[in-house]
């Protein structure tokens, strides 16, 4: 029985041949990888970019984490287990209660339905 090693098995061929590669370089599909970047670009510039108070509204947020941080605090959301409603409260590094905070304190008067904390 003879075998030739160069031909493969089944038609299958160790021998690398024009195929994928090159006709992906021809027709641009290589370059996809770099219009994510071009698109992303375009979502933070273009006409629906994220507006400029949104960004503001995070980088203050970023801050006031840092400041409650900072003094060993943060804040943590809960389901309350009555109402099923989310609910925040001020806590220190060990994680104890220091005082409920209603939704409308933290995120602007506009948001929070119930204003009074639940207990």
């Known amino acids: 029985m003879d075998i030739d090693a160069t031909k493969g098995i089944g038609g299958l ?10 006709t992906a370089a021809v027709s ?3 370059a996809r990888v ?3 970047a071009e698109a992303r670009r375009r979502r933070m510039t273009g006409p629906e970019r994220i ?4 960004w503001d509204d995070i980088t203050r947020a970023g801050q006031l984490a ?3 941080t900072a ?4 804040v943590r959301f ?3 287990r009555l109402t099923n409603r989310v609910v925040a409260s001020l806590v220190d590094d060990d994680g104890r209660l220091l005082r409920p905070v209603g939704l409308g304190e933290i995120f602007g ?11």
Do not use: C, M, Y
Request: charged share 30%; hydrophobic share 25%.
């Open 51 to 54: 507006p400029d108070e949104v």
């Open 78 to 80: 809960d389901t309350h």
């Open 109 to 119: 008067h506009g948001h929070d339905p119930d204003p009074a904390p639940a207990a």
């Open 66 to 68: 840092d400041d409650l």
């Open 34 to 36: 770099f219009d994510i």
């Open 13 to 22: 061929s160790a021998v690398p041949t024009r195929g994928k590669a090159d």
């Open 28 to 30: 641009g599909e290589f």
């Open 71 to 74: 003094r060993g605090q943060s």
